[in-house]
């Protein structure tokens, strides 16, 4: 589900372990820099009383993992027509799907631009509508493209990825390369309503939901983008 058809670079995003209360070390990671969402939103209507608004945004209490997606999109685009992409998308979803938002937290594009993208605040843990049955207690991060097998993937694009994986998980301490549990909310995902699922902290979208998103080539650079997450948080 949510594998739909149709600016500025993220910092170095360095880790900033520090110590905690109770001489804990808490393994934080830099907010790499985010594009807000109304650099995208801008022609879609939203500032416009006679157009259709998103309702205010749910909330969780944490962010206990991030899924990766892909969003079945062209992968030769100009990086600076990103925000136009992004438009097309949340089209798609809150027009022909009837939602009520773009169902993903975050896109990451191919030249490693973060854009924001559910409404509800970046720092905080915005209830989307990217995985079925795990859209709580998640971030869902979309790539702008297509990436199944023998796609390249662009190095800044898993770069993105990763900081902001490591800066999200880090807020709640999650290790990026651990297993988190997740209780399924929707039998249509890969467990029954109520399953208490064992998955990765940094998953793609097939582990909750019977899929290939995010693609075989972005499946396969996982790995390496958890280790990445990791060492971005002081982790060794």
Known sequence: MLCVNGVERAVDARPTAEVARHGRV????????????????????????????????????????????????????????????????????????????????????????????????????????????????????????????????????TDAIAALAAWKLGLTGIDPRSTVRLTSSNSLSRYTAGTVAKLPALAGHGDGYMTTCPGAALRARLPEMRETAARLQGRT
């Open 26 to 157: 808490a393994h934080h990671a830099a907010r790499p820099h985010i594009v807000p969402r109304s650099v995208w939103a801008a022609g879609t209507g939203e500032a416009n009383s006679a157009a259709r608004t998103p309702p205010p945004p749910h909330y969780d209490d944490k962010v206990l993992a991030v899924f990766v997606h892909h969003t079945d999109s062209p992968n030769d685009y100009d990086c600076a027509d990103a925000p136009r992409i992004i438009r097309y998308l949340a089209a798609g979803q809150t027009g022909a799907r009837d939602w009520d938002d773009i169902g993903y937290n975050f896109l990451v594009d191919r030249c490693g631009t973060i854009y924001e993208g559910r409404a509800g605040g970046v720092t905080r843990a915005v209830t989307g509508a990217h995985t079925q049955g795990f859209n709580h207690r998640t971030a869902g991060i979309a790539a702008i493209g297509t990436f199944t097998a023998g796609a390249p993937v662009p190095r800044a694009m």
